[in-house]
């Protein structure tokens, strides 16, 4: 009987620690690790996020792209430009065989669909010419988006956005936004904001994914706080409907309004960080917050370190309390992880390398040196050795 009490509690153990995880992944849009209190900022009003590195891993050093579009492609494919073509904003090159994007480089959605997960992204999509959200072969159940005229018209019936505007092209992303939901337009009022709706769609999906019980997979590219800086949005903090698209702001308002979405993106954190606990998934559920590359006007579309110098930090089941950390990483790594975590086979055609090792505590580093590139510019750093700006097309380092 003693045995057999013994055999079950380990049977038990090793179930716990097999399954499979949870995984909120938050993509903060367009700002640089010195925005935030646990990279040193004194100002910052950022106590959830403060609250993940300490209870989790922060990385110093975590490297992407420096630039939207190729980041995001980045992070989705495991695989760097000079694999994909994924270079710059514009210019992703045609893959080999003529076909799709991800078809050629399948989608860490993809991949985790294929271990069981519910998977579902919000916010902001961007990644270059690669195909739509809402196409099977990229691999989300479910989406919601802030959109543009083009996919509006690719939706049943043409829908016009009746909301607020950046510019004479461009539908809001805060204020009266324009968001596509599972296909079709949702209806909101100049009084919604964006980042808000995007942040209930992420509860819901949690919701519904734990009814089901199945394990998920929520990525959540913000729209914020890109823009915040030309003056788009002022923030709900402060009872406001913003002015959008204003370009007359002195330079000291533009910095108000950055840094206050920024700390209201610590809140909308929080009320993720809620519905966990309220669904009593806490303990099966890893939470990520990072950046796409840096912040516009100081560091972003730079050949330089500050450019793709991003934040990367999480906490969660099976990773180790480290707080700070030395190590580097960079945004390859990021769909090995999760496919790691998923307990699936990582794909052998990318350059990404699992951090489950370093995380969970099992190895104390993770990788020799990581690498960036956005458009002909590339660096390379290993923990002590850093190479900037190598453009042979424009003849730097000459």
């Not at 106590?47 to 209870?55: F, S, T, V, Y």
């Not at 860490?108 to 069981?116: D, I, P, T, V, Y």
């Not at 990525?219 to 913003?242: D, F, K, N, S, W």
């Not at 489950?356 to 290993?382: A, V």
């Amino acid at each position: 009987m003693i045995k057999l009490f013994t055999l079950l509690s380990f049977l038990s153990l090793l179930s716990l620690y097999a399954k499979q995880p949870n995984i909120i992944f938050i993509l903060a849009d367009d700002v640089s690790p010195d925005m935030y209190g646990f990279y040193g900022n004194k100002e910052a009003k950022t106590p959830n996020l403060d609250k993940i590195a300490q209870e989790g891993v922060m990385f110093r050093t975590a490297w992407s792209s420096a630039i939207c579009g190729p980041s995001r492609a980045l992070i989705m494919t495991g695989s760097y430009a000079n694999r994909t073509g994924a270079y710059y904003n514009g210019f992703f090159k045609p893959t080999a065989n003529g076909e799709g994007f991800f078809e050629a480089y399948p989608s860490f959605a993809k991949l985790m669909q294929k271990e069981g997960y519910r998977t579902a992204v919000a916010g902001k999509w961007h990644v270059g010419s690669a195909e739509e959200p809402h196409q099977k072969i990229v691999g989300f159940d479910e989406y919601c988006l802030w959109e543009g005229t083009k996919q509006l018209e690719a939706l049943p019936g043409k829908p016009k956005h009746t909301g607020l505007w950046e510019d004479n092209r461009t539908p809001s992303r805060f204020w009266g936004p324009c968001i596509i939901k599972n296909h079709h337009l949702m209806k909101t009022k100049n009084s919604d904001f964006g980042p808000d709706l995007f942040t209930e769609f992420i509860c819901e999906f949690m919701e519904k994914s734990v009814k089901e019980e199945k394990p998920f997979l929520a990525y959540y590219p913000m729209v914020g706080p890109h823009g915040a800086r030309e003056g788009y949005p002022t923030c709900p903090i402060y009872g406001e409907v913003g002015d959008l698209g204003s370009k007359k702001l002195e330079p000291e308002e533009k910095e108000r309004r950055f840094r206050a979405l920024n700390d209201y993106i610590d809140i909308l954190v929080g009320r993720i960080e809620k519905k966990v606990q309220d669904l009593g998934i806490e303990d099966d559920t890893i939470i990520i917050y990072a950046s796409d590359n840096g912040t516009a006007v100081t560091a972003k579309s730079r050949g330089v370190e500050r450019g793709g110098h991003v934040i990367f930090t999480l906490k969660g089941p099976g990773i180790k309390q480290r707080g700070a950390t030395d190590e580097i990483m960079d945004f390859s790594d990021i769909l090995p992880t999760f496919v790691d975590w998923a307990g699936g086979s990582i794909p052998q055609n990318i350059d990404g390398r699992s951090l489950k090792p370093f995380l969970s505590g099992e190895s104390d580093s993770h990788r020799e040196w990581i690498y960036g590139c956005t458009s002909t510019s590339q660096l390379l750093r290993t923990r002590t050795h850093l190479i900037e700006v190598v453009n042979p097309v424009m003849g730097v380092p000459g």
